[in-house]
């Protein structure tokens, strides 16, 4: 039995590396998970005294912790549910009971909403969260649902693109918030659920670079970006654009799944040029949907 989950905890750290075939990239997402495993089956082999399954599973604690160095957990700091500048939430189509996501809506009272997977349905039900915001830029996305930017500061140079085969949309507008100019994106690729969805989110990122690489700073990209920040092309993506991710020496920021947390993997960010001072980085509270909302305060 431990030579057998030793031998599959392996398989999926060394996989999770490689990039021959589409689903490889899923098994990059779940590292902190692997290096939980190891650490059971480390004692497990000193119990049983066979130390070179102890080595291997060391080994693999130490492979998978420097993949997601940038993001390792640390002491729990109480979470600042204040009012924030910027606020992305994906409400999730199928989210039957609004009223936790509008109490955090109330509670953060964001100048900038992001609010992503909202169906004809889910619209009419926020309703009155809508209204607050007289700036609002909206387009569909797939399936039925819609992808919307609200704002209390009136849009400047407000666009939306498609990119990749399936046309997700890059919605991208102006905004003037505490004395400075800010541009800031919002998107919502595909998920790597199957081989031509995941060249879909790879195209979608390859595009957009281009974009974001030629807009002065400061600039801010936020959304539901279906990628875990060690993703190869997540980490070239950061690079090619200078931006950085609000959840780097922030811990290990669980945004999806909410409702089975020991698989959690942060899937959504805020991403933010080096010219930008942020403070009170929040994830959370629980909103009803399968994500976590993510929001933080320019300073």
Known sequence: MIITLTAIITALTLLGLSKKLWFFTIFDFFRIQYAFVSVILIFISIYYANY???AVNFTLILINLYRIRHFLPRP???PSYTSK???SVNAYDKNNDLSKLTAAIDIFDPEILLIMEVTEKLHLKLKDVFARYPYKLETPVRDGFR???LSRHPMKNDAITHHGDSDSPLIKADFDIKGKKFTVFSGHPKPAF???WDDDRH???SEIEKII???P????IMGDFNSVPWERHFVSFLKNTGMKSTLIDHGYKVTWPSYFLPMGIPMDHILISDDINYTDLTVGPNVGSDHYPISLDII
């Open 147 to 149: 992808i919307c930017l």
């Open 203 to 205: 195209a979608y990122f």
């Open 194 to 196: 199957n081989k031509k």
């Open 52 to 54: 070179f399954l102890c």
């Open 76 to 78: 729990w700091v109480k």
């Open 213 to 215: 690489s030629n807009t």
């Open 217 to 220: 700073k400061p600039k801010i």
């Open 85 to 87: 500048t910027l606020m």
